[in-house]
């Protein structure tokens, strides 16, 4: 298993200002995902990152509104720009292993 | 249609009973089945592990896989209201790394 740590925990932001998740894992990993996860609703991919590539988006998110860096094995950033009310959601750090997932314990996100 | 299916409830039992969350799926596939746990306001907690068809018992859970149905399940034998959360089915492909959620069934357990 992987021990995954987020922060900050909650925020509220103001619409228009962005917003620096962090994801710190307890071990190395190939692969790290970003969920988002609205209320109510289950879990949607935003993207897989690889450490020294770009990340990968997928349909309907977009690196201008979803900037991530992996800038080593344990380690990565989300960040949610021009926030709008929509973006408020849970967004959540995973990493897999054989082919199970394990999760952050996500970051609560109200846009105001 | 969704590859994988769940229904979302509400679920509500009373304390004690044996509780039965399903899922169905399309994608023939798909070979690593995960059930998790979410309480409100917190990530999804990894429950249960299965590879392949089978059955898997921890405790007062137990994992079921059918392959030949694409159906898989979790009992949860004498529920307890610690157990009201929302389970979340899981599967992906071998060699894969897209996971595929269900969109959860909440659970409440009354003491």
């Known amino acids: 298993s992987a021990v995954i740590s987020q922060k900050p925990s909650r925020d509220i932001c103001q619409r228009g200002t962005s917003l620096t998740i962090q994801c710190q894992v307890d071990?190395?990993?190939?692969?790290m995902f970003w969920y988002r996860q609205q209320p109510g609703q289950s879990l949607t991919l935003i993207a897989t990152?690889?450490?020294?590539?770009?990340?990968?988006?997928e349909s309907g998110f977009v690196i201008d509104k979803f900037p991530i860096s992996r800038p080593n094995l344990t380690f990565s950033t989300l960040t949610v720009s021009n926030m709008s009310p929509e973006d408020s959601s849970i967004y959540l750090c995973?990493?897999?292993?054989?082919?199970?997932?394990?999760f952050g314990p996500g970051t609560r996100l109200t846009v105001t | 249609q969704k590859e994988v299916e769940q229904d979302p409830g509400p679920l509500s039992v009373p304390e004690g009973a044996i509780v039965s969350l399903n899922c169905t799926y399309s994608?023939?596939?798909?070979?690593?089945f995960m059930w998790y746990r979410q309480y409100s306001r917190k990530g999804p907690e990894l429950l249960m592990y299965?590879?392949?068809?089978g059955n898997k018992e921890d405790g007062r859970f137990t994992a079921q896989v059918d392959k030949s149905s694409k159906y898989i399940s979790l009992f949860i034998r004498d529920s307890q209201p610690s157990d009201s959360a929302t389970y979340l089915c899981?599967?992906?492909?071998?060699?894969?790394?897209?996971?595929?959620f269900g969109a959860g069934t909440r659970l409440f357990v009354k003491a």
């Open positions: 990152a690889n450490q020294g590539s770009e990340a990968t988006y």
């Open positions: 299965t590879y392949s068809s």
């Open positions: 071990s190395q990993v190939t692969m």
């Open positions: 995973s990493v897999q292993g054989r082919g199970e997932q394990y």
């Open positions: 899981a599967m992906s492909e071998t060699g894969g790394f897209k996971t595929i």
């Open positions: 994608n023939s596939a798909f070979q690593y």
